[in-house]
Nanobody, 116 residues
């Protein structure tokens, strides 16, 4: 059973930065793709970024050039560096892992609020 624990969310002013982390249990982490999704109030959950086991990345158009996804297989951890944050980035951010995404393995989410 894969367990995911996200951290790093918080309140930040527009233009600020945050770094999210997601630690996964299970030795199969290095073979799986990882992703970050987000869900704003009243909206559907949407893809933010993904990274394959080989390190290939993919981003939503809305975050390209501002967010960077990375992973450390030795630490079973995936990161999301978020720069130049905007109010529309406000959402609960979820980590996801699996052979293909989205899978059924979700973390509990971490709240990101961008507001002055």
């Amino acid at each position: 059973q894969v367990q995911l624990v996200e951290s790093g969310g918080g309140l930040v002013q527009p233009g600020g930065s945050l770094r999210l982390s997601c630690v996964a249990s299970g030795s199969i982490f290095s073979f799986y793709a990882m992703g970050w999704y987000r869900q704003a109030p009243g909206k559907q959950r949407e893809l933010v970024a993904t990274i394959t086991s080989g390190g290939n990345t993919n981003y939503a158009d809305s975050v390209k050039g501002r967010f960077t996804i990375s992973r450390d297989n030795a630490k079973n951890t995936v990161y999301l560096q978020m720069n130049s944050l905007k109010p529309e980035d406000t959402a609960v951010y979820f980590c996801n892992v699996g052979p293909s995404l989205p899978s059924d393995h979700w973390g509990q989410g971490t709240q990101v609020t961008v507001s002055s």
